[in-house]
DNA sequence: CTGTTAGCGCCTTCAC
DNA sequence: GTGAAGGCGCTAACAG
């Protein structure tokens, strides 16, 4: 490894000028500047960014924690905080929490202990006391896609209530009265807002949510297809409904047709997120859109704000759901 | 920020003492050790992993670079190599080359410059020439899903020929004999090698491919597309069509079908990758399946071998692809 | 088993 | 504008 000692040699200069003319270039003359610079490229020098961070004691990274990789749900959001910080010259790293609280409590320690400069973490698993414990101690945290009240300023996330109603709204507006959600899991803050966000449209048409026409499920496809099977074997007369995301709405989907029912004319269906697979399944899902590549944007830059203690007050952190239309609602037979 | 000393002087004892708690207990008595625990505990201690790795010249993390996070393809590699080394207890940290040649370069870089002790880099911008370079000074380098010849035992890849004459002797063994592809661009290394098993299988059945049915896409839904509409304007008679991937087949399905061409009666269609789109999209896609997961593992096997000098001779490098049989593929109509 | 003592590679005051 | 020197927090011989 050739190090800014043999540069400083190769150039017959001090450590302290190479450090310079790498950092403060403007505080060194040009000549010995051009004296470094083709040291350091005859030797192929790379400066030790870990011996750099230690020394500064700042790494000009951001980390990310995510449940996994493999869902572009996630993917997009760290496609999106990337592309906030590339053009500053930091870097993001990415970390993966597997889906447990644990898992996410680790990643962020884990990225604490890299001298991250600012950590953007998703977490679902930890509960909202644990995660206001680890706002309160590192100041450097922003949450992305939830809420958390206490710290609502490093929070970016979607309005999920507002999601909610306009599945509510856009189902009733098709002419519905019977009237289904497959949820998710109740673990999930997402998930209690949209039911609100829900319940509250419906009721405001003079409509109940019994407790009958809530099924939950687990945000997979075969979620969704047990999902409506029960729906339909209790009977209940249901026209429409709204599943938490759209794997189970396509789940709901292929169940629906199996029993016989067709979709939209027997069964509207409205989805969540705008996944691709909401665009290439036929019947084409009609859905709740996030602009998850915006919100993950919007985390880079704040965390890049708070990180450098910028000013934050022009990030925007509250951003709409948006209903995309397409062939899975219409309005009921009868 | 508590350090090591602080610690030390709490407990009473040498900051190397504490160092051994941390990474050699048991080369201390029991005694001084719960010290040095109801110390660190007391203070809430956490160690400076920067200063730790720059001491040690290891950071025991491997790092990864993709493409992009937004696409489960590199998303479920991902989540493989994380998967292969959680048990070690080591780390994986991701970066994306935004698909640029550059940024390929400058993410491996990166990691390096990060002490990475193993790094395993998808990339599809930088040639053959590039990339061995870099394999040729560093030796911890992995390559991901791609093969280059020289640096065979370093590479984990997909037998991509295997892919591409499945795919012809399925369409051969349907009745087929007119039949086309829809390749990705020329400069995936993965798209020359599809190519050439399959021209090889459609050889070896007496069957030509000439170049008027090779049309080029770029791996879109929308490519696929277009390039179906190109392959039936030319009036070729085609009634067969491998894509190099899910996507571009499913656009070229719903190109078909706007076209008034039903497929699989009119037009067989089989996709490459078995994303989640191929099962999911309608009729359901019949199509190549990589294991991009178990690719992604023994990735991550092999990055951790290398950075402890292990054997690696043990480590599969070379996956099948395999048949994945729905609904696109019939046989041809007369 | 434990403490002392050099570093790891770089940055940054402080003099000159 | 430049060099000397100390320090970032931790690890790893080397003695004892």
Redesign the interface.
């Known amino acids: 490894m050739v190090t800014i000692l043999d540069v400083s040699r190769k150039a017959g200069v001090s450590t302290a000028t190479v450090s310079r003319v790498l950092n403060h270039p403007d505080m060194v003359d040009e000549k010995t500047r051009d004296l470094v610079h083709v040291a350091s490229e005859q030797l192929g020098y790379?400066?030790?960014?870990?011996?750099r961070?230690?020394a500064r004691r700042s790494?000009q990274t951001i980390g990310v924690v995510v449940n996994?990789?493999?869902?572009?749900y996630?993917?997009?959001m760290?496609?999106g905080v990337?592309e906030a910080l590339?053009a500053s010259g930091w870097?993001?790293?990415?970390?993966?929490s597997?889906e447990t609280a644990a898992g996410e409590f680790r990643a962020i320690?884990?990225l604490?202990?890299?001298?991250c400069d600012a950590i953007v973490v998703h977490a679902n698993s930890l509960d909202d006391a644990a995660l206001a414990e680890l706002f309160r101690k590192n100041p450097k945290l922003v949450l992305m896609n939830r809420l958390l009240e206490p710290f609502q300023s490093r929070c970016v996330y979607l309005d999920n209530e507002l999601g909610g109603r306009l599945a509510a709204r856009h189902l009733i507006a098709s002419g519905h009265v019977d009237i289904a959600t497959i949820a998710g899991p109740e673990t999930f803050h997402e998930v209690r807002s949209r039911l609100k966000g829900f319940a509250g449209a419906l009721g405001e048409a003079g409509l109940a949510l019994p407790d009958s026409r809530i099924v939950r499920a687990d945000f997979s496809?075969a979620g969704g297809r047990r999902a409506l099977a029960d729906l339909i074997e209790r009977q209940s007369g249901v026209t429409a409904v709204f599943a938490h995301n759209d794997e189970m709405a396509?789940g709901a989907i292929e169940a629906a047709y199996q029993m016989g029912l067709s979709v939209p004319d027997d069964l509207s269906v409205i989805g969540f997120d705008d996944m691709?697979?909401a665009s290439?399944?036929?019947p084409a899902l009609t859905t709740i859109g996030q602009p998850l590549r915006a919100i993950g944007t919007a985390c880079g830059r704040l965390a890049h704000a708070l990180s450098r203690e910028a000013d934050t007050s022009e990030i925007r952190r509250v951003f709409d759901a948006e209903l995309i239309e397409r062939e899975t609602v219409s309005e009921p037979r009868h």
């Open positions: 790379r400066p030790n960014r870990i011996a961070d230690l790494s996994n990789f493999a869902s572009p996630y993917g997009v760290l496609d990337d590339v870097n993001v790293i990415a970390e993966t597997r320690q884990s604490m202990d890299r001298q496809l396509v691709t697979i290439l399944s036929r």
